[in-house]
């Protein structure tokens, strides 16, 4: 923002040096770029920062600044005028239909006003800013505008339509446009509106982009007798919107987009119509219009001085912190041992207690408040039991080969519709970022697809993990949770019982790392089966259970998903459920003493007909064993060729153990009997 010096001494006396000043103005209140001289006065170029745009894009907004880190007195401008007899309200009708993108509308009717050049002073101070002057009355509009940050506008009365119910008045309609509506704007700019923009209208056609520009139909020209001054208020959000997707950029709409309160709009007109009168002459009706449905509270705040002291490490007294509060417009009254604090309405910003004590710290200087170390009782932090459990995960994973993928959490169109055809109720953003972000992911399954689709065409095998969120729904309601997903991908046709078994064997590894050396794989459910056909065949598909509870599942990616992705091979992908895991994690468990004799290991293969469980076979390998046998591992499964299409050979890995004494493979060889028999009274072959 441009701000002129000599304009910046009306408001306060005595200024410092423009140099001075800038130095100020930059420790104080924001960056001053540079100062330059312009004729006989000085233009300071300041960088507003966002969160100050509401009350510092004006020459009064940084003049009360300065009068606050100063002490200087600031003086407001003379916004004196007369007014005619006739009442605004005979001449002049509003009416807001979107009271959410125009809290605040003012209109004032001037009768008999003389268009012509602006005075020396005032063009001095326009092109001192930037502006370039046009006439007296729109200098006015544009002056204020610099003074207060409230933009204004101005309409040739002359080509207002009248209100429908009342003829003798000119009526203005604050409304949305209509979809295909088209608008001309001042410098002869054509737009076709899609209907989401604000305009300011009569009862037939267009006047102006609300809070961006005016239309060509009621500009002022030298012709102009009578004027509607209009002070309003609109939604920042959508003047921004509109401003960007119209590309229309003006000073107007900056100021806006920052944020103002309504109230700037009554002083504002106050001082337009001062102005107007004492440039352009002409009789100001008496009063105004002021359509304001839904007033903006009033920001009250309890203000306590030994906190703020506290907080800033200073040792300030009350009568400094209310001289100071003063300075910024606050209004204080005082309660117990605390003052409530009455907020300026254009200071936005200012809302809670620390706010206040912000702007203490601010006002006293920063480089007042004496550094000191920080004193406090350090007590030990809790880890939280999810993020341990994440971390040893990533660690067991890493150390087998697989590499940790960091997906998003969102889904597009295409993708969804996939999961939506399994029967998967998908959680859809209110406003997305784009279509590839419409929808929450039910299961890390996409993002691990799309990491395997990416690195698919370097690598013939890709091994990865990701932990994150997916949104699932449960008893009818959407709900986060927390899971680890694993994929495996081999470019090279292999059986699934070979990509099955790695996978297998990597969460054998996986769940006995977490010191849970009793998970099954148990068959799922026809019903669930069905559900998951679409994502994962029905064979091999199998629940993770520990202790009889599921806590996730091992499958084969389907053709569907992969042709989506666009991937050619085998992908075999686990789910972990990790508030499961995490609650089967910290179960009690019991330590032994590693055992001090030696082990016994046998290999036996069994022929079974396909379909027989491998829980079946091991159930009956562990009965017949009894205490003895310490262990028994599947490590491999074949079928083909010399087993017979309908059967498949399951070889398991036994191991014989003794905490008391050393076996002895005589007594090993006999259990290995029972076993055997136990195994062919099942009608199962034993392989030799």
Known sequence: MKLSYNWLKEYVTTLPK?????????????????????????????????????????????????????????????????EGKIKNADALSVRIEDVEGCPRYIGRYVEGIKVGPSPKWMQEKLLATGMRPVNNVVDATNFVMLEYGQPLHAFDASQIGSNKKQTEKKGIVVRKAKKGEKFTTLDDQIFVLD??????????????????????????????????????????????????????????????????????AERAMERLSSLI?????GVMYDGAVDAYPKKWPVVRVLFDSTACNAILGTSLKDSEMKKMLIMLGCRLSVVGRK??????????????????????????????IQAKSAEAHLAPGSQDPMYALSELSRKILCSMGYSEHIGYTLI???????????????????????????????????????????????RD?????????????????????????????????????????????????????????????????????????????????????INGAPIGSIGMVTKQPKDVYGIEGMVVRAHVDLASLEFASVQEREFADIPKYPAITRDIAVLVPKGVRVE?????????????????????????????????????????????????????????????????????????
């Open 18 to 82: 423009p140099e001075k000043l800038a130095e100020l103005l930059t420790f104080h209140v924001a960056e001053v770029e540079k100062v330059e001289r312009m004729g006989g006065d000085f233009v300071l170029s300041m960088d507003i920062l966002p969160n100050r745009a509401h009350d510092l894009n004006s020459h009064i907004g940084i003049a009360r600044e300065i009068a606050a880190f100063t002490g200087k007195k600031l003086r407001l401008p003379d916004a004196r005028f007369k």
């Open 412 to 458: 597009g169109e295409q993708v969804s519709a996939l999961f939506r055809k399994s029967g998967l109720r998908l959680l859809e953003l209110q406003n997305p970022m784009s279509e590839d972000a419409r929808y929450l992911r039910p299961t890390l399954m996409p993002s691990l697809l799309e990491a395997v689709a990416a690195n698919a065409k370097k």
């Open 461 to 545: 095998a890709v091994r990865i993990f990701e932990i994150g969120k997916h949104f699932m729904e449960v008893g009818g309601t959407m709900k986060e949770h927390m899971g680890l997903g694993i994929m495996f991908y081999l470019k090279k046709e292999i059986t699934l019982h070979e990509a099955w078994y790695e996978l297998k064997g990597v969460l054998d590894m996986f769940f006995a790392s977490h010191g849970l050396g009793d998970m099954v794989f148990a068959e799922m459910s026809s019903e669930r089966k069905e559900a998951m056909r679409l994502l994962l065949e029905p064979e091999g598909l199998a629940e993770l259970h």
């Open 277 to 281: 009168q004492q440039l352009a002459g």
């Open 195 to 264: 209907g989401s923009e604000l305009l300011i209208a009569d009862n037939e056609k267009a006047l102006a982009l609300a809070g961006i520009k005016g239309g060509k139909k009621a500009g002022i020209t030298s012709k102009t007798k009578n004027l509607i001054l209009e002070a309003a208020n609109f939604d920042s959000v959508l003047i921004r919107r509109t401003s960007e997707k119209l590309g229309i950029r003006t000073d107007s709409s900056r100021q806006f987009t920052g944020g103002l309160h309504p109230v700037l």
């Open 616 to 688: 079946e076979v091991q159930n009956v390998i562990e009965r017949e064993g009894e205490d003895l046998l310490f262990d028994v591992d599947l490590f491999d499964i074949y079928e083909g060729e010399g087993v017979g299409d309908d059967k498949e050979s399951l070889a398991f890995h036994l191991i014989f153990q003794s905490a008391e004494r050393t076996l002895k493979d005589l007594e090993v060889n006999e259990i290995m009997k029972r076993i055997v028999e136990g195994l062919k009274k099942e009608d199962w072959e034993i392989r030799e």
């Open 339 to 368: 003052l409530l604090v009455v907020v300026p309405a254009e200071r936005l910003d200012l809302a809670t207690s620390e706010d206040l004590y912000e702007e203490i710290g601010r006002l006293y200087g920063w480089d007042k």
